[in-house]
Nanobody, 120 residues
Framework: QVRLVESGGGLVQPGGSLRLSCAAS????????VGWYRQAPGKRRELVAG???????TYADSVKGRFTISRDNAKNMVILQMNSLKPEDTAVYYC??????????????WGKGTQVTVSS
């Protein structure tokens, strides 16, 4: 059973940075595609960034140049570095993983989410 646990969310001022982590247990994370999705109140869940087992990355247009997704296979983790945060980045951020893809469709496994709030 794959278990995903997110951490690193919180309250930050506009222009600030946060670093989200997704830790996996129950599997070798390196073989999975992993993505970060987010859902703001009243909005649909959307893909923010994804990374394949081959370390190919994909970003939503709204976060390109500000967010960076990376893998730390030694720690069985995927990181989302978020810089230049904006109020519209406020949402619950979810880690998502799948042996095949998290880009074409959401993957099989989800974490419980971590709240990111960008506000002055």
């Amino acid at each position: 059973q794959v278990r995903l646990v997110e951490s690193g969310g919180g309250l930050v001022q506009p222009g600030g940075s946060l670093r989200l982590s997704c830790a996996a247990s129950g599997t070798s994370f390196s073989i999975y595609a992993v993505g970060w999705y987010r859902q703001a109140p009243g909005k649909r869940r959307e893909l923010v960034a994804g990374i394949t087992s081959a370390v190919s990355t994909t970003y939503a247009d709204s976060v390109k140049g500000r967010f960076t997704i990376s893998r730390d296979n030694a720690k069985n983790m995927v990181i989302l570095q978020m810089n230049s945060l904006k109020p519209e980045d406020t949402a619950v951020y979810y880690c998502n993983a799948d042996p095949q893809t998290v880009i074409l469709r959401p993957g099989t496994y989800w974490g419980k989410g971590t709240q990111v709030t960008v506000s002055s």
